[in-house]
C-alpha cells in the first residue's frame, strides 16, 4: 500500500473587492464552523512549529573538522590512516564522473527528500505569512524565520474568522505542511479502524485513511468486481471508498455512517495525538 509523496504549491488568496472591508468577528455572534475550523488551523500550526526543527536537525549533516584529534580507545592500536593519493583521485574520477560522492565518516550527505520538504514548507510558510497580510489588508510582513512566521499567523486567526476563505486557505495550507513534514520525518500515515464487514470479502478490515478522505479494505485477499479497479492485477493496490460512496459503503457493510464520517475527519488533535 502506497501513499502520495506529492505536494501541491501554495496558491495566494485572490484579494477582495476593494468595496469590501474585512473586519474582526464580533465575540457575541460566533460562527460555529468558524470557530471549529479556527481551533483546527491553530493546533495544525501548533504541529508545525513542533515538528519543524527537527527536520532542520535531519537536514543538517554530521561534520569532523579534518583537524580534529579523535579519541581512540586505550589499547586499540593507532587509527587507521586516510585514503591513499590513488583513493583519493578514484573518488573525484567517480564524483566527476558520475555525480557519486564516496562513502566514510567525513560528511554525510545531505538527504535530497528533507532538503525538498525544508524549502517547500519553508516558502509556503513565506506565501501564507503574506497572503494573509494581503487579504486582510495589512502591510507586507517583515522578514522573519519560519517558527516567527508561523506565530504570527497564529496571531491573526481571530481578524481571518471574519472570512470564512481565509480561514479555511490558512488551515489547509498549515494542514498540508504539516503532513509533508510529517512525512519527511518518517511519520506514518494515521488509520482509524471502522465497523462494518468489507462488502467484497466480508472480513473486518475496513480502515479510514484521514489524509486521503477514503475508507480502504486492507485484507490482502481482497479483490473486488469493478473492472477498472487496480485491486483486481496489482497486489499493493487496495480496494478504495473515496467520500460520495461512504453512504453506499455504509449501508452495505452494516456500518455507521455517522461513525465512518467522523473517523475519516483529517484533524491536527488526531495527528498529534499519534
Do not use: K
Request: contains cysteine.
Amino acid at each position: 500500500m502506497t501513499t502520495s509523496n506529492t505536494s501541491t504549491s501554495t496558491t495566494p488568496i485572490t484579494p477582495q473587492p476593494s468595496g469590501r472591508r474585512t473586519t474582526a468577528p464580533d465575540p457575541g455572534r460566533g460562527n460555529g464552523r468558524s470557530d471549529s475550523t479556527a481551533a483546527d488551523a491553530l493546533l495544525w500550526i501548533e504541529l508545525l512549529l513542533r515538528q519543524f526543527p527537527e527536520l532542520l536537525v535531519e537536514l543538517a549533516p554530521s561534520y569532523r573538522s579534518p583537524s580534529a584529534l579523535r579519541a581512540t580507545p586505550a589499547g586499540s592500536g593507532p587509527a587507521p590512516a586516510g585514503p591513499t593519493r590513488a583513493e583519493r583521485e578514484e573518488a573525484l574520477r567517480a564524483e566527476q564522473a558520475h555525480g557519486l560522492t564516496p562513502s566514510g565518516s567525513r560528511t554525510s550527505p545531505v538527504r535530497l527528500h528533507i532538503s525538498d520538504a525544508v524549502r517547500d514548507i519553508t516558502d509556503g510558510v513565506i506565501e501564507l505569512d503574506e497572503a494573509v497580510h494581503d487579504r486582510l489588508r495589512m502591510p507586507r510582513p517583515r522578514r522573519e524565520q519560519v517558527s516567527g512566521r508561523l506565530l504570527r499567523v497564529a496571531g491573526l486567526l481571530d481578524r481571518a474568522a471574519a472570512d470564512d476563505v481565509l480561514l479555511e486557505h490558512i488551515r489547509d495550507e498549515a494542514r498540508r505542511m504539516a503532513r509533508r513534514c510529517t512525512r519527511a520525518l518518517g511519520g506514518a500515515e494515521p488509520v482509524v479502524r471502522v465497523g462494518g464487514r468489507c462488502p467484497w470479502c466480508d472480513s473486518v478490515s475496513l480502515r479510514a485513511f484521514p489524509a486521503r478522505r477514503a475508507v480502504l479494505c486492507v485484507n490482502p485477499a481482497c479483490r473486488c468486481t469493478d473492472p477498472a479497479c487496480d485491486c483486481r492485477t496489482d497486489p499493493a493496490h487496495r480496494h478504495a471508498w473515496s467520500e460520495g460512496a461512504w453512504a453506499r459503503l455504509a449501508a452495505e457493510s452494516g456500518g455507521d455512517l455517522a461513525e465512518l464520517t467522523g473517523a475519516t475527519a483529517d484533524t491536527a488533535r488526531r495527528e498529534g495525538g499519534r
